[in-house]
């Protein structure tokens, strides 16, 4: 019971950070992000997926998270562009209106053109991050 209403406060918390972090001031426009995006998905040609990770640097699943994000960018790197965002920064902060996060981390999947095709909450284990990159024509 203790470890549920734990979670419980703590995702309110995390809610409640996102929502004023969100409304905040903005130095990023929407134009800004659309050319950053659109940048990320052209560096490469072979990229078929992007994996926009959205999440923080403090928050412990996030953390979890990053060692998966490392061994995904090292095995699929040439067809896989991995991309953090800290929402919890300024900077990071219009991704996650952008996107509209509700809890962190969330992952985000864009095919070659940038449209999403697949979105999670929460930790993601690598195997199943991989079937994932798999129906985006990532070759596993």
């Excluded at 959205?54 to 990053?66: D, E, R, T």
């Excluded at 992952?107 to 999670?120: A, T, V, W």
Aim: with cysteine; charged share 30%; aromatic share 10%.
């Amino acid at each position: 019971m203790l470890k549920k209403t734990s979670f419980l406060l703590v995702a309110g918390i995390v809610f409640i950070g996102l929502s004023v972090g969100i409304t905040a001031e903005k130095n990023t426009t929407k134009k800004d992000i659309q050319k950053q995006e659109q940048k990320s998905v052209s560096d490469k040609k072979d990229i078929k997926v992007t994996f926009v990770e959205l999440g923080s640097v403090n928050c412990i699943p996030c953390k979890m998270m990053q060692p998966v994000l490392e061994d995904i960018e090292k095995e699929y790197g040439a067809q896989v562009k991995v991309v953090f965002y800290d929402v919890w920064t300024k900077e990071g902060q219009p991704y996650g209106e952008k996107y509209k996060i509700r809890l962190i981390p969330t992952q985000i999947f864009l095919d070659k053109d940038g449209n999403e095709y697949f979105r999670h909450q929460g930790f993601f284990p690598k195997e199943e991050i991989i079937k994932v990159l798999g129906k985006g024509g990532v070759k596993i």
